[in-house]
């Protein structure tokens, strides 16, 4: 396998859900552009089956010869089957007439999505279909606690954000597995997490704790960190916990700090103070837009934590627009 390969899925999911509209549940619309990807990645990389219905057996994949292609190829393989048992789950629920023709092939599609991409998180959700809320809760448990040590040591707030992401995700999951399974204080995720990932990390993952422990060491030594500071609002922490977000709040905080710095020069009125305002409103104008796409494809039952965002956006870009007029 080679040295350089380097390969980011939770970015790359995170970025390909939200350009093609799965934020608004449109999995029809995912799965298009999954079948394009995966097409023009296998174009790329020489792995087309022949034309028409000639099929061209490939030859076995050499590990020396692997690369990012190849393990976008099956992450987008797989994000391509679990997209259609989404969208045949969602018209099961329309369809009465054929519901049970309908789940029975979204059941299908999940399983060939697991075969493309065997996860913790992918592994779980499927056990959870099925009802096998045992093994589902271990497996997601393990996945959540995971996901929570990436945020924990994660050395920009960009990759803690989709770490955090995936997390809550998978978090109302964890919940409804503890319910159905009868667990005492089943609304309590992270303490369940910690309790279920504990015994069973190690015997999920091989070698968990040596590969969280290197991983640690690695974003240790990373002397460039871009991080976010922690914003306060009326006595409350504003959580920046989606991807976007963060890009966006970066841009404020770096066009603050030029702002900060031109004021300490004693230039409150010169045309680099000028500037930093200006910066500041675009960013925040872009931040306030981020904010509002977020808030309006949340379901009704989701997290307020996007609302509170969004409120201290429009804040700050009212306040910022009196002081610099």
Partial sequence: ??????????QLSNEQRNAYELRYHDFA????HCANRTHRTRSTLKMTHGK????????PLKPEMIKDGHLQ??????????AYSQDLLAQSQKNTEHATTLRHSATGRFRRSVSWKSTLILNGRFLRYREEFDDALVQLSVARHLLDELAGAARTSKDQALATL??????????????ELGRAEAYNVDKIVGEVAATNRNVLVDGCDALLEAFKKQEESTNKRKTL???VWEGEPVPVRNPELVDVFLKVQDAQAKLESSDAQGKSNSKKSVAAYDAILLALSDAEEVAKKLADAQTSSGPRDISFVHAYIVYQLVEFN????
């Fill in 1 to 10: 396998m080679s040295e350089n390969l380097s390969f980011r899925a939770l």
């Fill in 29 to 32: 619309r995912y799965r298009k």
């Fill in 52 to 59: 028409g219905r000639e099929f061209k057996k490939l030859p």
């Fill in 73 to 82: 190829l099956l992450l987008m393989e797989s994000e391509r089957a679990w």
């Fill in 166 to 179: 995936f997390g809550d995700e998978i978090g109302p999951e964890i919940r409804y597995c503890a319910h």
């Fill in 229 to 231: 500071r922690e914003i």
């Fill in 322 to 325: 009196v002081i610099s007029g």
